[in-house]
Protein backbone atom coordinates (compact mmCIF):
# COMPACT_ATOMS: atom_id res chain seq x y z
CA UNK A 1 0.00 0.00 0.00
CA UNK A 2 1.31 3.50 -0.43
CA UNK A 3 0.51 6.54 1.75
CA UNK A 4 0.64 10.07 1.26
CA UNK A 5 1.10 12.43 4.35
CA UNK A 6 0.05 16.08 4.22
CA UNK A 7 1.52 18.65 6.62
CA UNK A 8 2.06 22.33 6.35
CA UNK A 9 -1.29 23.57 7.08
CA UNK A 10 -2.23 26.29 9.39
CA UNK A 11 -4.08 29.72 10.02
CA UNK A 12 -2.00 32.75 8.46
CA UNK A 13 -2.83 36.32 7.88
CA UNK A 14 -3.84 37.70 4.41
CA UNK A 15 -0.31 38.20 2.22
CA UNK A 16 0.97 35.67 4.20
CA UNK A 17 2.55 32.42 3.16
CA UNK A 18 2.82 28.81 4.32
CA UNK A 19 4.32 25.86 2.70
CA UNK A 20 2.57 22.41 2.21
CA UNK A 21 4.38 19.22 2.11
CA UNK A 22 3.42 15.22 1.17
CA UNK A 23 5.27 12.72 1.77
CA UNK A 24 5.04 9.01 -0.25
CA UNK A 25 5.64 6.00 1.30
CA UNK A 26 5.07 2.68 0.89
CA UNK A 27 5.28 0.04 -2.53
CA UNK A 28 6.66 3.02 -4.78
CA UNK A 29 8.90 2.09 -7.90
CA UNK A 30 8.33 5.57 -9.39
CA UNK A 31 5.35 8.57 -8.83
CA UNK A 32 4.25 10.18 -11.72
CA UNK A 33 1.84 12.37 -11.68
CA UNK A 34 2.08 14.53 -7.93
CA UNK A 35 -0.54 17.55 -7.55
CA UNK A 36 -2.68 19.64 -5.10
CA UNK A 37 -6.37 20.19 -4.90
CA UNK A 38 -8.21 22.33 -2.59
CA UNK A 39 -11.80 22.26 -1.73
CA UNK A 40 -14.19 24.81 0.23
CA UNK A 41 -16.68 24.37 2.29
CA UNK A 42 -19.93 24.09 -0.20
CA UNK A 43 -17.54 23.68 -3.30
CA UNK A 44 -16.56 20.93 -5.44
CA UNK A 45 -12.93 19.74 -5.11
CA UNK A 46 -10.60 21.64 -7.57
CA UNK A 47 -7.10 21.38 -9.39
CA UNK A 48 -4.58 23.67 -7.69
CA UNK A 49 -1.43 22.58 -9.45
CA UNK A 50 0.19 19.63 -10.68
CA UNK A 51 3.99 18.38 -11.43
CA UNK A 52 4.73 15.46 -13.81
CA UNK A 53 7.95 13.25 -13.26
CA UNK A 54 10.12 15.24 -15.28
CA UNK A 55 8.83 18.63 -13.57
CA UNK A 56 6.32 19.80 -15.72
CA UNK A 57 4.63 21.97 -13.84
CA UNK A 58 0.59 23.75 -14.26
CA UNK A 59 -1.39 25.73 -12.36
CA UNK A 60 -5.04 27.22 -11.97
CA UNK A 61 -5.87 30.67 -13.25
CA UNK A 62 -6.95 31.43 -9.64
CA UNK A 63 -3.12 31.10 -8.16
CA UNK A 64 -0.92 31.37 -10.83
CA UNK A 65 2.24 33.55 -10.44
CA UNK A 66 1.51 32.90 -6.15
CA UNK A 67 1.91 29.49 -5.40
CA UNK A 68 4.80 27.09 -6.37
CA UNK A 69 4.90 23.27 -6.92
CA UNK A 70 7.90 20.94 -6.54
CA UNK A 71 8.66 17.71 -5.87
CA UNK A 72 11.92 16.19 -4.42
CA UNK A 73 11.98 12.54 -6.08
CA UNK A 74 14.79 11.06 -4.00
CA UNK A 75 11.95 11.99 -1.26
CA UNK A 76 8.78 10.94 -2.69
CA UNK A 77 7.72 14.04 -1.54
CA UNK A 78 6.11 16.93 -3.27
CA UNK A 79 5.90 20.69 -2.01
CA UNK A 80 3.25 23.99 -2.31
CA UNK A 81 4.83 27.16 -1.41
CA UNK A 82 2.27 29.41 -1.11
CA UNK A 83 2.42 33.01 -1.54
CA UNK A 84 0.51 36.50 -1.28
CA UNK A 85 -2.52 34.14 0.49
CA UNK A 86 -6.05 35.38 -0.04
CA UNK A 87 -8.93 34.59 2.34
CA UNK A 88 -10.26 32.89 -0.50
CA UNK A 89 -7.64 30.10 -0.89
CA UNK A 90 -9.79 29.30 2.52
CA UNK A 91 -10.17 25.27 1.90
CA UNK A 92 -8.73 21.92 2.84
CA UNK A 93 -5.94 20.97 0.66
CA UNK A 94 -5.36 17.62 -0.58
CA UNK A 95 -2.45 15.96 -1.92
CA UNK A 96 -2.67 13.65 -5.01
CA UNK A 97 -0.19 10.66 -7.30
CA UNK A 98 0.09 8.78 -9.32
CA UNK A 99 2.39 5.87 -8.45
CA UNK A 100 4.05 2.70 -10.57
CA UNK A 101 3.91 0.05 -8.01
CA UNK A 102 6.16 -2.28 -10.22
CA UNK A 103 7.86 -0.95 -13.58
CA UNK A 104 4.61 -2.43 -15.22
CA UNK A 105 1.60 -2.02 -12.59
CA UNK A 106 0.44 1.68 -12.41
CA UNK A 107 -1.67 2.53 -8.94
CA UNK A 108 -5.35 4.51 -9.30
CA UNK A 109 -5.08 7.69 -8.17
CA UNK A 110 -4.16 8.31 -4.95
CA UNK A 111 -4.71 11.07 -1.95
CA UNK A 112 -3.97 12.35 0.97
CA UNK A 113 -6.12 12.86 4.33
CA UNK A 114 -5.78 16.77 3.92
CA UNK A 115 -4.74 19.23 5.40
CA UNK A 116 -6.82 22.49 6.13
CA UNK A 117 -5.23 26.01 4.99
CA UNK A 118 -7.00 28.87 6.19
CA UNK A 119 -6.33 32.58 5.71
CA UNK A 120 -8.09 35.43 7.87
CA UNK A 121 -8.46 38.89 6.21
Known amino acids: QVQLVESGGGLVQAGGSLRLSCAASGRIFSILNMGWYRQAPGKQRQVVAHITLPGSTAYADSVKGRFTISRDNAKNTVYLQMNSLKPEDTAVYYC???????????????WGQGTQVTVSS
Open 96 to 110: NAIVMLTPTVRSDDL
